[in-house]
């Protein structure tokens, strides 16, 4: 007997059962945290997220966004100041136009 496989979407609070819409994306990291989308293909590999649609698989991009942001914060705060791109405005001095930058002092 055939096996009969189902898809379903990877957005836990839809669930959307793929039926003959041409309309669904398929997304995946790759090891060196890149992530990749493209429309739905018939071979799904191992690790591959499938999408019914914009709403559910923008919704997973949104959240690996949110979860590399984090992790560059940490990362920052973890190596500390002094990596030359953060900067301090300083108060605009009494009759100038121009406030001034100048670089974080190191703690």
């Known amino acids: 007997?055939?096996?009969?496989?189902?898809?379903?979407?990877?957005?836990?609070?839809?669930?959307?059962?793929?039926?003959?819409?041409?309309?669904?994306?398929?997304?995946?990291?790759?090891?060196e945290g890149e992530l990749h989308l493209r429309p739905m293909r018939r071979q799904l590999g191992e690790g591959v997220l499938t999408f019914c649609?914009?709403?559910c698989v923008m919704k997973k991009i949104s959240e690996?966004?949110?979860?590399?942001?984090?992790?560059?914060k940490d990362?920052?705060?973890q190596a500390g100041s002094g990596n030359g791109s953060s900067k301090v405005i300083d108060p605009v001095?009494?009759?100038?136009?121009?406030?001034?930058?100048?670089?974080?002092p190191a703690h």
């Open 1 to 31: 007997m055939a096996e009969i496989r189902q898809i379903v979407c990877d957005n836990e609070k839809c669930g959307a059962v793929k039926k003959a819409e041409n309309h669904w994306w398929m997304l995946w990291i790759d090891d």
């Open 93 to 104: 001095p009494e009759g100038e136009r121009h406030a001034q930058l100048s670089p974080i």
């Open 75 to 77: 990362n920052q705060g």
């Open 64 to 72: 690996y966004m949110n979860e590399a942001a984090g992790q560059r």
């Open 53 to 55: 649609g914009e709403p």
